[in-house]
């Protein structure tokens, strides 16, 4: 056991990280948590940052640990959210701890760039990204701005993956995943828009070489080496970002699937050979985000459990103390799509209530308003599945153009939909998606993130040969749960219509 080769995983969210070993044998993966702690948003200066110098120290406890347990690392590789970044100075060093994506400072920067500086049609034909205020982009206006010092003196411009990986090798390099999360890459090029960061006032040499997931960065420096005790383990650019590695993880069979990556957020897509970059995208606002060889995942952000998560913080003591499937089940003896809405509206956003937010839509559109519990978490339950429903509709009709067709050229369907994340373990959410769908759906993993990160890096080792023996691996390691729509259709397509009317998209 002690002589079996690792990989090891650093997956940070915005919440919380945690350090990950796995290892393939048999054809199948197996993984084990070494650590797990709180991601801190340190908030001073009216300003929000996070604590690089925090998840470093955070890496290096994890691999010590590993060390003590005499386990042999084969490589490290290192996923996080999206879109924040790091100045390094001409000395080597930090010039100040990353501003977090939650800093007010972009709200009014994004009008006022598209307005005054590139429009949004054509920030949209470079780039492909949906247009969200916190994108890198906006976040390098705002500061430049602003004149932030740091940004001022800058040598190079590292997202947080990347720099943690530079903390680890001394090697600047720019991961594709990651970087397709900025609002600045085309993906046509592969690389950063010269245009782009021009405009923010920088250069395509403030930002580390571009690197495929899968390629090796550097090994770990002296100095790592000898606070942690291993030697120079090789660190691999994984998909850096966590949405990418957690696709990358589907256990997918083919290429004829959708995913759900389920959770507070819901993020549906597929995977394409090439960027979907028209009028309709931009219309229906879809993103095109780097996937791993050469893939591109086209998706389209959808509110997710947050209403209910919202809605569950503010009902009384009682309901809080049932678990999700008791009070999920009472909400499944209630009448169906008596109430809808739609779950991306704008006054779900951030509401000072959900709970109201929602009645308040249900007695506009002149529907009955939900008021117990069990009627709300149906009303969000039933809404979720058919604003699903609306989105793989048009994934399919983004999927049957000539341009997105198999290697062979056939024509490609959607026969399933694969539920990763948290969210692959609502049994109730899962039904209804299948329902509303008319196709299976797969749900798990959980815990996809991880995995992806992990065989990511058996791939660049040579012990996997591409995503589809991955993937195989994958679903021979995982268990899934099968969800097949029912004899219902009628009334699901009934209440399709229904929410077409009701958010006026008819």
């Not at 389920?262 to 050979?273: D, P, Q, R």
């Not at 229906?284 to 997710?304: A, Q, V």
């Not at 779900?348 to 109201?356: K, L, R, T, Y």
């Not at 809404?383 to 049957?400: C, D, H, I, P, T």
Request: glycine letters at 8%; hydrophobic letters at 40%; charged letters at 20%.
């Amino acid at each position: 056991m002690e002589n079996k080769a690792y990989f090891f995983a650093v997956d940070l969210g915005a919440t919380s990280g945690r350090t990950i070993i796995g290892s393939i044998a048999d054809g199948r993966l197996e993984q084990e948590e070494i650590t797990r702690f709180p991601n801190n948003l340190i908030e001073t200066g009216g300003h929000f940052y996070w604590d690089i110098y925090a998840l470093y120290f955070e890496m290096i406890r994890g691999l010590k640990e590993v060390a003590r347990r005499g386990l042999t690392i084969t490589s490290i590789g290192i996923d996080t959210w999206g879109v924040d970044f790091v100045f390094i100075g001409d000395d080597g060093a930090i010039l100040r701890n990353p501003m977090a994506y939650r800093d007010p400072h972009t709200f009014e920067a994004i009008d006022d760039y598209l307005k005054h500086v590139i429009s949004r049609q054509e920030v949209y034909d470079i780039t492909g990204i949906q247009f969200m205020n916190f994108n890198s982009l906006f976040q390098l206006y705002a500061m430049q701005k602003a004149g932030n010092t740091a940004m001022k003196h800058c040598k190079k411009v590292l997202f947080v993956p990347d720099a943690l990986s530079w903390m680890l090798t001394g090697e600047a390099v720019c991961e594709y995943t990651i970087a397709s999360t900025s609002q600045m890459l085309d993906p046509r090029t592969g690389d950063l828009s010269e245009k782009l960061i021009e405009s923010v006032g920088l250069t395509r040499q403030h930002f580390g070489r571009m690197v495929q997931p899968g390629t090796q960065i550097g090994v770990l420096t002296e100095e790592v080496q000898q606070m942690t005790g291993l030697g120079p383990v090789p660190v691999i650019a994984v998909a850096g970002h966590d949405t990418g590695a957690a696709v990358a993880a589907v256990p997918a069979k083919n290429e004829q699937f959708a995913y759900l990556s389920s959770g507070t957020w819901s993020l549906m897509g597929i995977e394409t050979k090439e960027a979907i970059i028209n009028a309709r995208s931009y219309e229906l606002n879809f993103t095109n985000e780097g996937g791993i060889e050469g893939t591109t995942r086209f998706l389209k952000n959808i509110c997710g459990m947050w209403l209910y998560e919202r809605c569950r913080k503010e009902w009384p003591e009682e309901v809080r103390k049932l678990s999700h499937p008791e009070l999920q089940g009472s909400a499944m003896q209630v009448e169906a799509f008596r109430s809808i809405i739609n779950p991306d509206d704008a006054l779900f956003a951030n509401p000072s209530s959900m709970i109201e937010a929602i009645q308040q839509y249900c007695r506009k559109t002149g529907q009955a308003v939900p008021e117990t519990p069990a009627e709300i978490c149906r009303c969000i339950f039933d809404s979720l599945a058919l604003r699903y429903k609306q989105v793989f509709g048009w994934l399919k009709e983004f999927m049957n153009p000539t341009e997105n067709r198999g290697a062979q050229g056939q024509s490609l369907s959607i026969n399933v939909l694969h539920v990763i994340g948290g969210g692959s373990l609502n049994k109730y959410l899962n039904q209804f998606t299948a329902d509303a769908l008319g196709v299976e759906v797969l749900a798990g993993p959980q815990e996809c993130t991880a995995i992806g990160n992990i065989m990511l890096q058996a791939k660049a080792m040579g012990l996997v040969k591409d995503i589809w023996e991955m993937r195989a691996i994958i679903a021979a390691s995982v268990e899934m749960v099968a969800y097949h729509p029912s004899d219902n259709k009628a009334a699901w397509d009934a209440a399709y219509e229904k929410y077409l009317t009701i958010t006026n998209q008819k």
